[in-house]
């Protein structure tokens, strides 16, 4: 009896060792090895999007722009610093009373598909140094710093996700609000844009511990960054070593991540290329601005709606369907991308001025986006009726001024095998070629307003 107690204590002893270790196995966390690819396979999915939505959005929605009756001139999200809040103020009479109720990643993410977009950039932190995650770095953040208390970051992120979206957050450099950050603060927060003389000596400390931090924290805890959009790089404090190590960590955290050139220090002013040398970052940043020629080189232009980047109603300067479409066409002829940016309100919802362009630029990629998503830059000087882009087996032309005699005249060099409109695929378009060059016969009018395509495939 003895020896069967012990064999049953010895049995049921096992049993629960094994127990134990399948139970320690299913609780190890998945490891899932990411495969680093090459810089042109990173690059692929960036470079046949080519229309993204960029988003600003803070605590700086609450005044929009506008303080005691002052406007500030330029961008709305430049308040604390245009409107000369202190600290204090600024923590008081905005980022406390940041609630918006009636934020929707759901809703914003579909807004994005219907007009065509293929990935969004938030703004995750701008000048004014608000967070709009559950950081542990600071408390200066929606969980702790406003009534809100939910993490926006993460719900943008997973809309992404379910949406077929890709995320990419923007992060700024500059941070009115840490001490080691920039010198001299209230009233000069920006002073160190305009003064290179004007420099923080502990700002190496904010680096290694503050904006390090973050930009790490955003990059293991939100999944799959598409992009990293930096800004704010003009300050002095910011070197050319500092960029290359934050865009080697970048890398190091997730290998197949895009990082604009505002990383570094290399680029040119609004124009947003790269001086010469050798700088980090992935692609060119013009800003409010499109190249007069193509670049040879990967490029996004980002630009506001209207005349500012964060929300400010009194801002009623807004660019027309027509000019948004056409922008779009023309960045992508010349091989660029297209960031076209959003200003939410206080509440969270879209101005209805930014919501109806949307459609309107949904509406014609819907029909013509063919032309866009993966069309690489026109092989062809513009010519005067609008642009060109072009894919291995096609040509698109992009007829904004449509021809009165009804005939479009395109590049002698173009072999052509038969052309259509995408507005009216099956119906083929006669093609004539004589002693003044090639010219394709149009119908009477033209299918849409601001820019209609003719798809001309080529001569195999």
Same mark, same amino acid.
């Given at each position: 009896?003895?020896?069967?107690?012990?064999?049953?204590?010895?049995?049921i002893?096992?049993?629960?060792?094994?127990?134990?270790l399948?139970?320690s196995?299913?609780?190890?966390?998945?490891?899932?090895?990411?495969?680093?690819?090459?810089?042109?396979?990173?690059?692929?999915?960036?470079?046949?999007?080519?229309?993204?939505?960029?988003?600003?959005?803070?605590?700086?929605a609450?005044?929009?722009?506008?303080?005691?009756?002052?406007?500030?001139?330029?961008?709305?999200?430049?308040?604390?610093?245009?409107?000369?809040?202190?600290?204090?103020?600024?923590?008081?009479?905005?980022?406390?009373?940041?609630?918006?109720?009636e934020?929707?990643?759901?809703?914003?993410?579909?807004?994005?598909?219907?007009?065509?977009?293929?990935?969004?950039?938030?703004?995750?932190?701008?000048?004014?140094?608000?967070?709009?995650?559950?950081?542990?770095?600071?408390d200066?953040?929606?969980?702790?710093?406003?009534?809100?208390?939910?993490?926006?970051?993460?719900e943008?992120?997973?809309?992404?996700?379910?949406?077929?979206?890709?995320?990419?957050?923007?992060?700024?450099?500059?941070?009115?609000?840490?001490?080691?950050?920039?010198?001299?603060?209230?009233?000069?927060?920006?002073?160190?844009?305009?003064d290179?003389?004007?420099?923080?000596?502990? =700002? !190496?400390?904010?680096?290694?511990?503050? /904006? *390090?931090? %973050?930009?790490?924290?955003?990059?293991? #805890?939100?999944?799959? $960054?598409?992009v990293?959009?930096?800004?704010?790089?003009?300050?002095?404090?910011?070197?050319?070593?500092?960029?290359?190590?934050?865009?080697?960590?970048?890398?190091?955290?997730?290998?197949?991540?895009?990082?604009?050139?505002?990383?570094?220090?290399?680029?040119?002013?609004?124009?947003?290329?790269d001086?010469?040398?050798?700088?980090?970052?992935?692609?060119?940043?013009?800003?409010?601005?499109?190249?007069?020629?193509?670049?040879?080189?990967?490029?996004?232009?980002?630009?506001?709606?209207?005349?500012?980047?964060?929300?400010?109603?009194?801002?009623?300067?807004?660019?027309?369907?027509?000019?948004?479409?056409q922008?779009?066409?023309?960045?992508?002829s010349?091989?660029?991308?297209?960031?076209?940016?959003?200003?939410?309100?206080?509440?969270?919802? =879209? !101005?209805p001025?930014?919501?109806?362009? /949307? *459609?309107? %630029?949904?509406?014609?990629?819907?029909? #013509?986006?063919?032309? $866009?998503?993966?069309?690489?830059?026109?092989?062809?000087?513009?010519?005067?009726?609008?642009?060109?882009?072009?894919?291995?087996?096609?040509?698109?032309?992009?007829?904004?001024?449509?021809?009165?005699?009804?005939v479009?005249?395109?590049?002698?060099?173009?072999?052509?095998?038969?052309?259509?409109?995408?507005?009216?695929?099956?119906?083929?378009?006669?093609?004539?070629?004589?002693?003044?060059?090639?010219?394709?016969?149009?119908?009477?009018?033209?299918?849409?307003?601001?820019?209609s395509?003719?798809?001309?495939?080529?001569?195999?």
């Open positions: 009896m003895k020896i069967q107690n012990q064999t049953l204590a010895s049995w002893m096992q049993c629960m060792l094994v127990g134990i399948l139970f196995f299913s609780c190890k966390p998945k490891v899932t090895e990411v495969k680093k690819l090459s810089d042109d396979e990173r690059m692929e999915w960036w470079r046949d999007a080519r229309f993204g939505m960029f988003i600003h959005w803070g605590a700086y609450i005044p929009g722009g506008e303080r005691n009756g002052e406007i500030c001139g330029g961008g709305a999200e430049w308040a604390m610093d245009k409107l000369d809040y202190t600290i204090e103020d600024y923590e008081k009479e905005v980022t406390a009373k940041f609630n918006p109720t934020f929707d990643a759901d809703a914003w993410v579909a807004m994005a598909k219907d007009a065509g977009m293929k990935y969004i950039v938030l703004t995750t932190k701008h000048h004014d140094g608000f967070c709009l995650w559950d950081s542990k770095v600071t200066y953040d929606i969980m702790e710093a406003s009534p809100f208390k939910r993490d926006i970051v993460k943008l992120s997973e809309a992404c996700k379910k949406g077929g979206i890709k995320f990419c957050f923007y992060h700024s450099i500059v941070d009115w609000h840490h001490p080691q950050a920039q010198a001299p603060l209230y009233p000069n927060y920006n002073a160190g844009q305009k290179q003389t004007v420099v923080n000596p502990e =700002f !190496p400390k904010y680096y290694e511990n503050y /904006l *390090k931090p %973050m930009v790490k924290e955003l990059l293991t #805890n939100y999944g799959d $960054i598409g990293v959009w930096f800004d704010g790089d003009w300050i002095a404090d910011y070197t050319t070593e500092m960029g290359k190590e934050l865009y080697k960590t970048i890398r190091e955290i997730q290998p197949n991540t895009i990082v604009n050139n505002r990383v570094d220090k290399g680029r040119m002013g609004m124009e947003g290329m001086k010469e040398g050798n700088f980090a970052g992935d692609f060119g940043t013009p800003e409010q601005e499109i190249p007069a020629t193509g670049i040879d080189s990967d490029w996004e232009a980002c630009m506001t709606m209207n005349g500012s980047w964060g929300y400010k109603p009194s801002d009623e300067h807004w660019k027309s369907n027509e000019v948004l479409i922008h779009l066409v023309d960045i992508v010349k091989g660029g991308n297209f960031l076209l940016n959003i200003g939410p309100d206080a509440q969270g919802l =879209f !101005p001025e930014s919501v109806e362009r /949307l *459609k309107a %630029m949904g509406e014609w990629t819907k029909v #013509n986006g063919e032309a $866009i998503y993966g069309a690489k830059a026109s092989p062809y000087d513009c010519p005067e009726w609008g642009r060109y882009t072009r894919k291995e087996t096609a040509i698109f032309a992009h007829v904004f001024d449509w021809p009165e005699d009804g479009l005249r395109v590049n002698s060099d173009v072999k052509i095998e038969s052309a259509s409109l995408l507005a009216s695929p099956d119906q083929k378009l006669e093609v004539k070629k004589d002693s003044t060059g090639i010219s394709i016969v149009l119908p009477e009018s033209a299918p849409d307003a601001y820019a395509v003719v798809k001309i495939n080529l001569l195999k």
